[in-house]
């Protein structure tokens, strides 16, 4: 016979970065909300779970501020206050320093293990949480009055609203029958971290190489993130080779700014692929972050998009509830699909057209973007805009990423 949990205002699938984020942005606006996962704790924070390591613009680090999550992240937390931005051997450049704006960093490079640890740690001081993982949903059941969630557990959950939050390859949204359009970039990130000699004096390097952009991002200390990007066909050969042989491709990309470099830890490879969901809202449901919208991450823009849409949300919701009205109902739902879809579909088309545009070798359109990178460069007008994009500062910014809560 099935538990029943009691009921809930809220039901998270996918306690991922955004999902958990959600659920401590939506607790401390006083709902009751309740997060599944299949994975289990350990896994998740485990260092072997995932070697990413994400940049996170100055708003979302004004929003992870703001709920309370960022004093646990603080310390692992690297500022960037530059980015420099090179087309393979080629002199032209852009170059992009928060100096110029005067107004701190352009946003930091945080390992995602650590913001994990930092969500978690947040979770255990925010009531109205429940957390159910390891899990796995076994049927969702949503009628115009309530959504009900069951899981192999026997514990049944019901609330007016869903969230999908469970990644590229939603169950949810496929549950709602949502459509999504797919693309494979047929190339492949594969992410270590190095170690080096000399300081990267929190400068982020983005390189166009020819099988696609090459990336060399600052970690606490004198240690940097890589995100190599390429051909799919490779990517297998390269993940076996030897420790020596992969660490000596490494130091052949980074070249010598950085002194001696060594590899540490795994090696992790991710397919790059582009989709977007063909709506973001069913009955009592909405999808965020990777299960509405998955991007190359060519400008390190998805997570930050997620937790835009999770700050958009929270808002909404608020604003729902404050006024007394169905958190679920569709023109509340509504309101948040309209206010996320511009940013996301520029972002989108954005990544796009750059990994397209650099990851080829074809002599007109090098001498094309090489020019653009030098217009750009060149012409400050332009270039504070690109700066006040990679600093999320672009909009219509819901009030968590101004760093106020909603409601207050
Ligand atoms: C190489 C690489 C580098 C990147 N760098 C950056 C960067 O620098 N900056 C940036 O902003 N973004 C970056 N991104 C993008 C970023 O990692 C993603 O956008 C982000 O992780 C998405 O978070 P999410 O919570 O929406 O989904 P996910 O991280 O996919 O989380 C989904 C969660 O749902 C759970 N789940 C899945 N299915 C189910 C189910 N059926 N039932 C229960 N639970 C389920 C999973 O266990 C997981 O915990 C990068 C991506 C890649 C590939």
Request: charged share 20%; hydrophobic share 40%; proline share 5%.
């Amino acid at each position: 016979m099935a538990r029943t949990s009691g009921k809930h205002d809220i039901t998270i699938i996918g306690g991922g970065l955004g999902g958990m984020t959600a659920a401590i942005g939506l607790a401390q606006q006083g709902f009751k909300v309740a997060v599944i996962d299949r994975a289990p704790k350990g896994d998740l924070t485990a260092a072997a779970y995932d070697g990413r390591a994400s940049a996170l613009a100055f708003a979302t680090c004004r929003m992870l501020d703001a709920l309370g999550i960022w004093q646990y992240m603080e310390p692992y937390a690297q500022p960037i206050l530059e980015i420099r931005v090179t087309d393979g051997p080629s002199l032209m450049h852009l170059h992009f320093d928060n100096e110029s704006l005067g107004e701190g960093p352009l946003g930091h490079m945080v390992e995602n293990r650590h913001t994990r640890l930092a969500l978690f740690k947040r979770l255990e001081d925010v009531d109205g949480i429940t957390l159910y993982a390891p899990d796995t949903v076994t049927e969702i059941v949503r009628t115009p009055e309530m959504t009900n969630v069951t899981l192999a557990s026997g514990t049944e959950i019901t609330s007016p609203l869903l969230l999908g939050m469970d990644g590229r390859a939603s169950m949810v949204r496929a549950h709602a029958g949502i459509g999504v359009d797919h693309f494979s970039y047929k190339q492949h990130g594969i992410v270590c971290s190095i170690e080096h000699e000399f300081s990267h004096c929190g400068i982020a390097h983005e390189r166009f190489l020819a099988s696609g952009p090459f990336a060399i991002l600052p970690l606490t200390g004198n240690r940097s993130s890589l995100v190599w990007t390429e051909k799919e066909h490779l990517v297998p050969t390269i993940m076996k080779l030897s420790d020596r042989a992969f660490e000596a491709e490494v130091k052949r990309r980074v070249g010598d700014f950085l002194g001696e470099v060594k590899v540490i830890g795994g090696r992790w490879s991710y397919p790059l692929t582009l989709q977007y969901a063909n709506r973001y809202t069913d009955t009592r449901m909405a999808l965020l972050g990777d299960a509405a919208h998955g991007i190359h991450p060519i400008a390190g823009q998805g997570l930050n998009l997620g937790l835009r849409d999770v700050a958009a949300m929270v808002e909404v919701l608020t604003d729902a509830a404050r006024a007394g009205l169905d958190i679920g109902a569709p023109d509340v739902l509504d309101r948040y699909a309209q206010w996320r879809h511009t940013d996301n579909t520029t972002l989108y088309a954005v990544t796009d057209i750059l990994n397209r545009l650099f990851s080829n070798d074809i002599g007109p359109m090098r001498l094309a973007r090489d020019i653009g990178l030098a217009v750009v460069n060149e012409i400050p007008p332009l270039k504070n805009f690109f700066m006040a994009h990679a600093r999320g500062t672009v909009g219509e910014l819901p009030k968590l990423l101004q760093g106020q809560m909603p409601g207050a």
